[in-house]
């Protein structure tokens, strides 16, 4: 329904059922949107329009809007209102799962997601009350950011000063914060998407860079579509700027929605425990024989993982980058955990400097949300060869490294295969008062400072040379010291508290996370850093 | 007909070629064996296809990134 330019709008002085007839008129015309053309073209884009984003995510009935009367309004001199146009974005309280939410997202409908006439923005209203109410805070984003359009209206161009971020930066400290992007995004909607503890975007829908291709191509002549600029193969698959890849809007709403429910409130609180009905003492048989005999054979380490957690539910984050290893949440006798894995059917599970990043990103954000952290190690060290070397795989290693050090919440590892070198110390820090004390070996453990093959070609190499027949040696001495690679003669200096029987990760695992907790109750109460995205 | 290239996930050595020219395969087929980080690393395919050509041999060392392959869709 178009605005009536004849109403009679309430004055001061008149009766309070005429005010809220009103206020329900002008709230009316906000629920428009861009209006019913633009809404269409939404629509037609196979894209759902902001409101109906909001209805989907939030549990039914729970949305609280903020601000749905914000926009230009024009009054005559009579004081009737004659024109209204909403604010470009849509923002308010509601539950997920019956827990509190704050919310907010552009309207695409109204001026392509950009700022227009009225300022109506989540830095002045949603950030800050997710801020103070204490809760997470959910984005959909889907705008290209400045106009130069706006300039010429403004009359000046405005140097940049950096006042937009900081309430977003201060959230990242507070509370778990989760973005959706929703459609091409650029300039400052971009930026405030990555400010965030998750992203997700939509298979062939969702774009995200700096600038779009007319600007790219302007710039330095690169003739690229939206897609290949900034979709998910770049985005997901190749750069890792954006966390997951959905296969539709519902797709990543629940993704947001399970990625929330593993956090607390905020970074002062403890993750809710959630009845998952699994008991904790379930022996997984088939962990027995998961890994293969032979050591060069791979195996399905999310299996794994699978196994062992509660109902075999496991959230992968950054599922398709730096695949040598595996980041994600889950649930053990119903608490929270982050989970570290390898994945040896990529690269062996070797830590690149793509890797050694997703690690170090993954425990600073546990440490954050006071998630204990279990790791699946079975990792035959950093990537090796010149490839590895241009990712700056040995400085981004010792971040791992230090990132594991400093992280102060419990970590609990089964070392299932292997575990050599600096990379393999990255998940330990023994020693350090928030190093890794709970080291378990599984029968098929095998470790070191250098794997057997290549250790003894580098440190044998004169003796192998002058040998009578160089090959016979360097087997006879590799032979040598295989026979200390078996993890009894570790089990016996005590470098694990056991070697253990697979099938008993799980139990050992829920009685580690449940000792936890009063550890986490009191690690919750300190002041925390800042998760870079 | 779209064509769709196989690259090498890492550096290594090509140690088995599952498939021939010509052949057809279906997503998840084993189509080479790398090994790299003394790993046999199994590459499968992600497309139903035909195998249109073969860019690497056996006991080839192969770059990340590398051309393995590439399949006819």
Known sequence: MPIDPKRETWKPGMPWEKALEDIEYITGLGREMGGAERIERQHKGGRYTVRERVDKILDSGSFVEYGPMIGAAEYDDEGNLIEFSPGAYVMGLGEIDGRPVAIGGDDFTISGGSPHNVRKHPTDFMQPLASQYGIPYIQLVEGVGHSAKSDEAKGHMGLPDGGLWWRGIELLKKVPVAAGIMGSVAGAPAAFALMSHFTVMVKEQSQIFPSGPPVVKRAIGEDLDKEELGGYKMHVHESGQVDNVADSEEEAFEQIKKFISYLPNTTNDVAPRIETGDPPDRRPEELLNIIPPNRKRSYDPRKLIQLVVDNGDFFEMRRHWAGALITGFARLDGYSVGVIGSDPMFMAGAMDGWAAEKYAHFVDLCDAFNLPVVIFLDMPGFMLGSHSEKKATMRRGVRALIASAEAEVPKIEFNVRKAYGVAADAAHSLGHPNGLNLRFGWPAGEWGGIPIEGGVAAAYRREIENAPDPEAHRLMIEERLLKLRSPFRAAHKGDVVDLIDPRETRRLACTFVKLAQPMLEKLAQKPKRIVRP | ?73
Do not use: C, R, W, Y
């Not at chain 2, 550096?11 to 189509?31: A, H, K, P």
């Not at chain 2, 090994?35 to 041999?57: A, C, P, Y």
């Open chain 2, 1 to 73: 007909m779209a064509e769709h290239h196989v690259n090498s996930p890492m550096t290594g050595q090509i140690i088995e070629i599952s498939v021939g020219v010509g052949q057809s395969v279906s997503e998840g087929d084993l189509l080479i064996v790398i090994e790299s980080m003394k790993m046999e690393n199994e590459i499968f395919s992600e497309v139903n296809g035909t195998i249109k050509s073969l860019n690497v041999k056996e006991d080839q060392n192969v770059s990340e990134e590398n051309l393995l392959m590439t399949i006819e869709i």
